[in-house]
């Protein structure tokens, strides 16, 4: 196995865990809400309506907010093409190579000081900050490039559409 393999098994086992261990509790408060807003009437014949109704409302929440959403790519900046930025996507490819990558199918300037990778159904997606480029001299820029592609080969990327559904799951739910 290579050195990534253990490194991805653990957050792997990580990501399941919470993720079982988040819907399992969404779960169980959901039907809890949702058999006291039903059990007594079931039981007693009567029960506070405020009660009912509020309990119920809750709990169909949650379980609409927990249900996992198909992810959308939204473009997170300004697609940038050969035409554009020739020199910024050279070099892009130029630390594909060097790494032994597979260089991205997009890549998007942001207005973030930050870089980052993603892949969806098998698209391999980069994004670069605007500031990075002012601020970084060419080789820094070179060494935070071949940092994405790291993520690419530890398999972060791979697991990123899950913990995301998980993500929005989560957030739905708290709001």
């Known amino acids: 196995m290579s050195q990534s393999g253990p490194k991805l098994a653990w957050r792997l086992a990580a990501a399941v865990a919470l993720t079982v261990g988040f819907y399992t509790l969404a779960l169980i408060i959901a039907a809890g809400l949702l058999a006291l807003a039903i059990l007594p009437w079931v039981l007693r014949g009567s029960n506070n309506l405020w009660v009912t109704v509020t309990c119920f409302i809750l709990g169909v929440t949650i379980l609409v907010a927990i249900f996992p959403r198909r ?85 972060d990327t791979r697991l990123g559409p899950w913990v995301w559904r998980t993500y929005d799951g989560v957030a739905r739910t708290i709001d």
Request: glycine share 12%; no cysteine.
């Open 71 to 155: 992810q959308k790519l939204e473009q997170p900046g300004v697609r940038l093409t050969e035409a554009d930025q020739p020199q910024l996507l050279a070099l892009i490819d130029e630390e594909a190579r060097a790494t032994g990558a597979r260089a991205p199918d997009e890549v998007y300037a942001t207005l973030e000081v930050n870089a980052g990778v993603m892949q969806i159904r098998g698209r391999r997606i980069m994004e670069i900050g605007v500031p990075l480029l002012h601020v970084m001299s060419e080789r820094g820029l070179r060494g935070i490039i071949a940092h994405e592609y790291g993520h690419y080969a530890g398999g």
